[in-house]
Structures are given as structure tokens and as C-alpha cells.
């Protein structure tokens, strides 16, 4: 069972270039989040999206755009990458609100 | 506003010795409360959640905790800590549909 699955799982960005984080789930569930672990913040949402052609911002989105052309995917773009994006990015989908969410292994992202 | 604090970013316990890990929320409605493990280098997966009915909620690995309405607090437990408990927990609570608001997070170390 696959599950989230995210990638790449490492990546190395220089300041100023631009990336996409890959996330895709294999569960139909129509909520899909992005997050940002940084030590002893906890997680942070990005942006979320509660089904396809429908996404919103988080407590973060500055420096990232979203799409969700599809159930299954959901792409995290950064562009013009600084250092404060150095970070632990996290995909997650639930069926709906408030159940569980289950989450992928993450992306560690450094911006030198 | 919805917020999670978490007491202590550190404990240590020894093995067999009782695991406490502390959650206060704030919010002015009943909300639905999640504890998370998250283990080195993995994403986050879901130790038990309260949403409605009996207040003492078990989890995976025999873990536990206890939904307190009066204190604002979902407080885990487990009362004999293993090795493999070792790991970070997140305290998580969400309010509306579609949002998980995490704690900054407790690292449990075990002593053998």
C-alpha cells in the first residue's frame, strides 16, 4: 500500500532557483495538505486543498503555489528559493476534515 | 483562534517507567484532538484521536490519553515506556473542517 508518496526525498537548492515538490496519493481522499517541520516549531500549513481545482492558502504560503489538477496529485512549487525555506516538507491527505491524516516521509530541503 | 502548547520539549524516562506527555489547547468550542509519533527520519502517523463520546481515548503501542473539557487538556500517557517509544510526539487539535494545528512537538528519550 502506498499510501503518500513524496518526492524527491532530498534536494539541495541553490538561492534564487525554483522546484517542485512532487505529492501523490493513492486513497481517493479529497483533502491533501501541504506542511513545513522547522525545529522546534512543530508543523506548519502551507496550503491545503479540499478536492481537485480547489486550493487555499495556510498559516505560510508565502515563497509557494499550489495546484490540484487532479485527486490524486499535489504539487508544491517554490520559486525564487531563500534560505527561510530551508525545511522538512510534509504532503498529508485525509477522506475529509477532521479524520485522520495520513502523511508521506517527507521532502529535506536545503537553500544555500 | 486555535492554538496547542505543549509542556516540555524534552523528556526522559526510563524504560518501564511511566510516559507523560502534556497537551493544553485554547479554543471556545469542543474540539476534535489528535496525538501523532513521528520516528527518525519518517513522516508522522497517528497514535489514537477524540472526537466525540467517552473521554479516555486508547491508542496504538498502549497508549492513551484523556480528554479534560474543564482543563483544556489532552494529556497522553503510557504507563511502562519500551525502547521503541523513543521518538518525537505532536499534540494536534482541529477546530474546523479542514485543519490540523500541531504543537511544537515533544522528543521522548527512554533509558535502559
Known amino acids: 500500500n502506498a499510501g503518500v508518496t513524496q518526492t524527491p526525498k532530498f534536494r539541495i537548492l541553490k538561492i534564487g532557483q525554483s522546484m517542485t515538490l512532487q505529492c501523490t496519493q493513492d486513497?481517493?481522499?479529497?483533502?491533501m495538505y501541504w506542511y513545513r517541520q522547522d525545529p522546534g516549531m512543530g508543523l506548519k500549513l502551507i496550503y491545503y486543498?479540499?478536492?481537485?481545482?480547489?486550493?487555499d492558502k495556510g498559516e505560510v504560503p508565502n515563497g509557494y503555489n499550489v495546484s490540484r489538477s487532479t485527486t490524486e496529485d499535489f504539487p508544491l512549487r517554490l520559486e525564487l528559493a531563500a534560505p527561510s525555506q530551508t525545511s522538512v516538507y510534509f504532503c498529508?491527505?485525509?477522506?475529509?476534515?477532521?479524520?485522520?491524516?495520513?502523511f508521506g516521509q517527507g521532502t529535506r530541503l536545503t537553500v544555500v | 483562534a486555535q492554538s496547542v502548547t505543549q509542556l516540555g520539549s524534552h523528556v526522559s524516562v526510563s524504560e518501564g517507567a511511566l510516559v507523560l506527555l502534556r497537551c493544553n489547547y485554547s479554543?471556545?468550542?469542543?474540539?476534535?484532538l489528535f496525538w501523532y509519533v513521528q520516528y527518525p527520519n519518517q513522516g508522522l502517523q497517528l497514535l489514537l484521536k477524540?472526537?466525540?463520546?467517552?473521554?479516555l481515548v486508547k491508542g496504538i503501542n498502549g497508549f492513551e490519553a484523556e480528554f479534560k473539557k474543564s482543563e483544556t487538556s489532552f494529556h497522553l500517557t503510557k504507563p511502562s515506556a519500551h525502547m521503541s517509544d523513543a521518538a518525537e510526539y505532536f499534540c494536534?487539535?482541529?477546530?474546523?473542517?479542514?485543519?490540523?494545528?500541531f504543537g511544537a512537538g515533544t522528543t521522548v528519550t527512554v533509558r535502559a
Open positions: 498529508a491527505s485525509s477522506y475529509r476534515g477532521q479524520t485522520e491524516a495520513f
Open positions: 486513497m481517493n481522499h479529497n483533502y
Open positions: 486543498s479540499v478536492g481537485a481545482g480547489i486550493t
Open positions: 479554543s471556545s468550542v469542543p474540539p476534535y
Open positions: 477524540y472526537t466525540t463520546g467517552a473521554t
Open positions: 494536534a487539535v482541529s477546530l474546523s473542517d479542514y485543519k490540523l494545528s
